[in-house]
């Protein structure tokens, strides 16, 4: 089905993790490329992300609002060691990546669908965990099919297994880049080797699709046929074809939120918004809400499911259960308990968020295991303590002894 499209772009994000010992490090190689600068947030120019989430949240996130003009020229004057050891001590850094050039490309070889890489930007939380973050928007005329063909191909241009000969004809070719390879070997000298992301099970090979297409009035309206923009709209949602058949209930109604001519979709590896240009919000207001708090509030949901599964994989491997405790714990006390935004939207976003990623399900499964692993450690603590004790009676025990033959001899 052809559906038009008004408006149109795809985030593709890498999830990746950089060691907690070279943190800084990896700071300074990102503040070393002269393309890369950090992100500052501005009160007035960025009302919508002051207003959108809680004080907690803004001062782990976008701590740069409150930085005085004094402060920041102080920092732009640093050393850049120093400024990455400074900024390696809190919470979250935005990066902002700009080309010398953008990287427009196309799918098929003949009846090509361009697109530019309009945005880059990379995020780093203190704990390691970073995300590579790449806009993508097809040329003015792409059809929701287009749409389908290219997220589904480009999702996996970091992957290393191949695609199934049915979809060999969806190809994507660059034009000032030699072929895609290079944008693959472009997001891996950023994230560097990425050893721990399969220690904790992240798919590396698969990148985070989160998307949003505005279809025109045209094609969504008040005569259109419901059935038709849900069908379409679930393979959107699951990344798939064009030109593939699905079943019409392969995406539960858990995992979708619905208003009129607003449609999200939520999975694990992907968030997409479909709406329709018959409400003149979705493509003036919607559009930009889109990519800035809710794109962070969904990041940051993740950041806490990856972090939860990093501390998992640490309590399963170190034998130092009291610096594993005290990571679980700050998180516990932190972050998990407060509330991420107050905006009626962005709370109902944040279940859907939260389900998608299974993150309750995960806190509390850590949080089992946590106490079972603390009990253990209580008890051997307490039969180390019991050892101590009978050691020492024994050694009161013979001292007694002693004393009572020495006392024996000199009145016996």
């Known amino acids: 089905m052809e559906l038009k499209t008004k408006y149109q772009y795809t985030y593709f994000i890498y999830p990746y993790i950089v060691e907690q010992k070279s943190y800084a490090n990896y700071l300074y190689r990102l503040l070393k490329n002269k393309k890369c ?58 990066f902002e990546y700009t080309l010398q050039e953008d990287i427009p490309a196309k799918i098929g070889e003949e009846k090509g669908i361009f697109f530019d890489i309009s945005k880059i930007e990379i995020i780093c939380f203190s704990t390691g965990i970073c995300y590579l973050l790449l806009k993508t928007v097809l040329n003015t005329g792409a059809t929701l099919s287009d749409i389908l063909n290219f997220n589904y191909k480009f999702r996996d241009i970091h992957s290393k297994k191949a695609h199934t000969k049915e979809y060999e004809n969806i190809k994507i070719q660059t034009q000032k880049l030699d072929n895609m390879q290079k944008l693959s070997q472009f997001m891996e000298e950023i994230v560097g ?34 059935k038709l923009i849900e069908k379409e709209f679930q393979k959107y949602c699951c990344i798939k074809p064009a030109g593939e058949q699905i079943d019409e209930n392969i995406l539960s109604q858990e995992k979708t939120y619905k208003q009129k001519y607003i449609y999200y979709g939520f999975t694990s590896n992907t968030t997409m918004l479909l709406t329709s240009a018959s409400n003149i919000k979705n493509y003036t207001q919607l559009l930009f809400q889109y990519e800035t708090v809710q794109l962070y509030h969904f990041l940051y949901n993740l950041h806490q499911k990856i972090y939860l599964n990093k501390i998992n994989y640490q309590f399963t491997k170190t034998k130092k259960f009291e610096k594993v405790k005290k990571q679980f714990l700050e998180f516990a006390q932190k972050d998990w308990i407060y509330e991420v935004t107050n905006d009626i939207t962005g709370v109902t976003l944040g279940q859907y968020y939260k389900q998608a990623q299974n993150l309750e399900t995960t806190f509390w499964k850590l949080k089992n295991e946590y106490d079972l692993l603390y009990k253990e450690s209580e008890v051997g603590k307490t039969y180390k303590q019991n050892k101590y004790i009978i050691a020492i009676i024994a050694i009161i025990a013979v001292l007694n002894l002693v004393n009572a033959c020495s006392i024996f001899k000199i009145f016996g």
């Open 37 to 94: 600068k950090l992100k500052i947030f501005n009160r007035k120019k960025d009302i919508e992300i002051d207003t959108y989430f809680l004080p907690e949240i803004k001062e782990k996130m976008f701590w740069t609002m409150d930085l005085s003009k004094e402060t920041l020229k102080d920092y732009q004057t640093m050393d850049k060691k120093l400024q990455a050891n400074l900024l390696s001590k809190k919470p979250c850094c935005f």
């Open 193 to 226: 080797p990425n050893l721990e992301a399969k220690q904790i099970n992240l798919d590396s090979d698969r990148l985070i699709t989160y998307g949003y297409a505005c279809l025109d009035i045209e094609d969504w309206n008040e005569n259109t046929d419901i």
